[in-house]
């Protein structure tokens, strides 16, 4: 630094009235990239009033004072360091390069760019691939999160990139399982010696749900069950008995017909399977190939007591489609079943019904699903908005009838009041 450009600094720096004045203009020159635009200054001191009327030769009385950046720089250049360059200055006096915003924002842009794709290229002709492309190419499938979690910060990219990896590799590690389950715990510390780091609420385990979500071609799980489902299409679970369905008259069978199941069957008993007791069953049957299933166990416990003795098959998922449920229902499709699907008329009821229809086609058989049935046992219970949105969402058919008669009464129905009805259409149905 040459002694003239020192004297101006020191000078400068000695007088605390600019101060203010100076930091609104490196503020100002950092957006612009250029000397131009003005800078505003309320609530002026004794101090900075003295040093700024001083440099700019002019008076200042209002309370609110705006001055033009490029008469502070002609200003500057009356003074007796008007050699200096005034950026030159500025730099000086803030003894840092002039950086844009814009060229902080390019270069942040660019070393996040890099960080990306150094990260992929890594994982080229693998499985994981595709979701980084997916991930850093079209800002999908977990994108808003590593975006978030980027930063500056040597440290918190290390934790970032360790993440991203390991999620690649856990999905690359899916491959090899060959429809082999694992639970969660022992698959993360496989990848990352850490039996935690695939947990929910973690970094890498949502971004882990995000890079599943892409590979089985789904939306983000919601909810519980649909993690669940999620990890169990990956051959992954989390918890293998809170997940279960009640059943009567279904025969499951491994290499030949489970001999615990085939007890409760031989009684005549309903029993509990559990999504662990399900990892074992290959296949699965129902009576005269018709299995008939309802959503309140309240109904499935009354239907049982009524029709006690004959031989007919029932499933209850207990309200919310369960991941044991679904993958019985599965089993009994694969065998040739007709399912017939009975739940309540709000709107959780009909959400169900309708996603089983999606996924069961012409072999899911909606039961007392009329407008009759419901009438007959409307309730006094409100459909609450939430509910009504539900419903207004399906777009079926053959429930268009019921959901406009829903729509304009906003009352649910319950099955408990069909147990009769239900009970009837059993022995009626199992036969035919």
């Not at 720096?13 to 503020?27: D, H, I, M, P, T």
């Not at 999905?171 to 715990?185: D, E, M, S, T, V």
């Not at 008995?241 to 009567?248: P, Q, R, T």
């Not at 007591?305 to 998922?317: A, P, Q, R, V, Y």
Request: one cysteine or more; glycine letters at 6%; a neutral charge.
């Amino acid at each position: 630094m040459n002694d003239l450009k020192k004297e101006c600094i020191d000078y400068f720096k000695s007088k605390k009235g600019f101060n203010r004045l100076f930091k609104e203009v490196w503020e100002k020159l950092k957006i612009l990239g250029k000397v131009g635009g003005y800078v505003i200054l309320k609530g002026i001191t004794k101090d900075e009033k003295e040093c700024i009327e001083g440099f700019m030769r002019k008076s200042f009385n209002e309370e609110v004072i705006s001055i033009s950046i490029k008469d502070i720089a002609e200003a500057f250049l009356k003074t007796k360091f008007g050699k200096i360059d005034f950026i030159e200055f500025m730099e000086g006096y803030f003894q840092n390069k002039l950086v844009t915003n814009k060229r902080v924002r390019e270069k942040f842009k660019d070393e996040r760019e890099e960080f990306f794709n150094s990260i992929r290229d890594n994982y080229i002709n693998t499985p994981s691939y595709g979701w980084l492309t997916e991930v850093f190419m079209q800002k999908k499938f977990g994108y808003q999160t590593i975006s978030r979690n980027y930063s500056e910060s040597e440290i918190d990219n290390s934790i970032l990139k360790k993440a991203i990896c390991y999620v690649a590799d856990g999905i690359n590690a899916l491959n090899h399982r060959q429809n082999k389950f694992i639970r969660l715990g022992v698959f993360a510390t496989e990848i990352t010696k850490d039996p935690h780091f695939f947990d929910k609420g973690t970094l890498a385990g949502g971004l882990f749900l995000q890079g599943l979500s892409f590979i089985f071609n789904s939306s983000f799980p919601s909810n519980a069950e649909e993690i669940s489902e999620i990890y169990y299409l990956a051959g992954i679970v989390t918890d293998k008995i809170s997940s279960y369905a009640v059943a009567k008259g279904v025969r499951l069978f491994n290499e030949k017909e489970h001999p615990a199941f085939k007890e409760f069957n031989d009684l005549n008993e309903d029993f509990i399977i559990t999504l662990s007791n399900l990892e074992y069953i290959k296949s699965a049957k129902a009576v005269n190939n018709k299995v008939f299933v309802v959503e309140n166990p309240n109904a499935f416990s009354a239907i049982c007591d009524m029709l006690k003795g004959e031989d007919f098959s029932l499933i209850c998922t207990n309200g919310q489609l369960r991941l044991a449920s679904q993958i019985l229902l599965d089993m009994l499709y694969e065998s040739g079943c007709e399912i017939f699907y009975s739940g309540d008329f709000d709107g959780g009821g009909l959400l169900i019904a309708d996603r089983l229809k999606n996924k069961y086609k012409d072999k899911l058989i909606f039961w007392r699903y009329g407008v009759n049935d419901y009438l007959e046992n409307i309730s006094e219970v409100l459909i609450n908005e939430i509910g009504l949105k539900k419903i207004q969402s399906i777009k079926r058919e053959e429930l268009s009838e019921v959901i406009s008669k829903m729509k304009l009464l906003k009352r649910a129905a319950y099955q408990e009041m069909m147990v009769d009805n239900l009970s009837f259409d059993i022995m009626n149905f199992k036969n035919k």
